[in-house]
């Protein structure tokens, strides 16, 4: 199989290069180093089966051969981010969709699209299935994000129904482990960062929000499952165990043994109150979910971030 991976450079898609090349797949990635990073794919260079190609998604994407995948992870995805750099966000999602739809069209090729359980919003229903069709604020500090994932699934189900190309719309929820980016905003990262300086942890609002986490190696199986099924429809592909930040804090102290302390600031507009995947379907089309116990994957990741250079 010969696959193209945009963004690939970021924390999902270099995972997703290590996976496929282990799986035997020839691997193209494509990125431009907007919030991907060439260290997370060093140790690839000089493998026979893995290109590197430099390059805007939202330009036209020219790839000499055959393609039998194409894995569209090309994004910002922290709130840092794409608030930062909101029209690069929205140009991504809907330019870079469709030049990676076009290509899945000239090449007969299977398009997988990364998208987000921020397409639910601050959902009212809970805990959240496909089925549902969010809660989410169109012209709000966080819409680049949200309505650039929201246009890339309607644009990719388009395609599928109009040029009947193979489609698959991943709704990913958090997901963590080694290669993220320390200072990228999210969670994971930041509480890691501060616990591991003796630095307050940072919790917004009273910590009763909660968030469900889901370690990047079971991540990118349900991912593989996905791509190779032929549901050409969203599925949620994240854990469906539930905590709150403010005990996610206090998990993150424990592990790692910090005597910070735990600080409250206000909590940002439009933030998510609830996120807990409704997982059925992933269980029962893909007979996936992920293995992975929280404990163990924060120590996985908790010792990639002790041997980081950014600390």
């Known amino acids: 199989m ?17 996976y496929l090349l282990a799986k035997g797949h020839e691997v193209i990635c494509m990125d431009n180093f907007l919030t991907g990073d060439a260290k997370n794919i060093a140790h690839l260079i000089g493998n026979k089966n893995f290109t590197f190609i430099q390059h805007d998604v939202t330009k036209y994407i020219q790839i000499d051969g055959k393609l039998d995948y ?8 922290s709130p840092i981010d794409y608030v930062k750099i909101p029209i690069q966000t929205l140009k991504v999602g809907s330019l870079g969709t469709h030049n990676a739809l076009g290509l899945a069209k000239a090449k007969n090729a299977v398009f997988m699209l990364a998208s987000t359980s921020e397409v639910y919003g601050d959902p009212l229903v809970h805990p959240q299935p496909e089925s549902y069709w969010g809660n989410v604020n169109p012209v709000g500090p966080r819409s680049m994000y949200d309505e650039a994932k929201r246009f890339s699934e309607a644009l990719t189900m388009a395609y599928h129904h109009i040029h009947k190309i193979e489609v698959r719309i991943a709704r990913i929820f958090n ?22 300086n003796n630095q307050p942890l940072t919790v917004f609002g009273n910590g009763s929000q909660t968030r469900s986490f889901c370690y990047v190696d079971d991540e990118i199986e349900g991912l593989y499952r996905l791509m190779t099924s032929n549901i050409n429809e969203p599925v949620n592909i994240g854990n469906p165990n539930e905590m709150t930040i403010l005990e996610f804090a206090k998990k993150i102290k424990e592990i790692t043994g910090t005597k910070s302390e735990i600080i409250f600031r206000p909590l940002p ?8 995947p ?16 929280l404990e163990d994957g924060l120590r ?3 010792e990639f971030f002790r041997g980081s250079r950014e600390l």
């Open 175 to 196: 997901t963590y482990g080694p290669s993220m980016r320390l200072d990228d905003g999210r969670v994971v990262p930041s509480f890691i960062y501060q616990a591991l």
């Open 269 to 276: 507009i439009d933030d998510p109150k609830v996120r807990q």
């Open 70 to 77: 194409i894995l569209h992870f090309a994004s910002p995805a």
């Open 300 to 302: 996985k990741t908790i």
């Open 278 to 293: 409704d997982i059925t379907k992933a269980r029962k089309l893909l007979g996936w979910e992920p293995k992975t116990p």
């Open 2 to 18: 010969r696959t193209l991976i945009t963004g690939g450079a970021g924390f999902l898609g270099s995972h997703f290069c290590d």
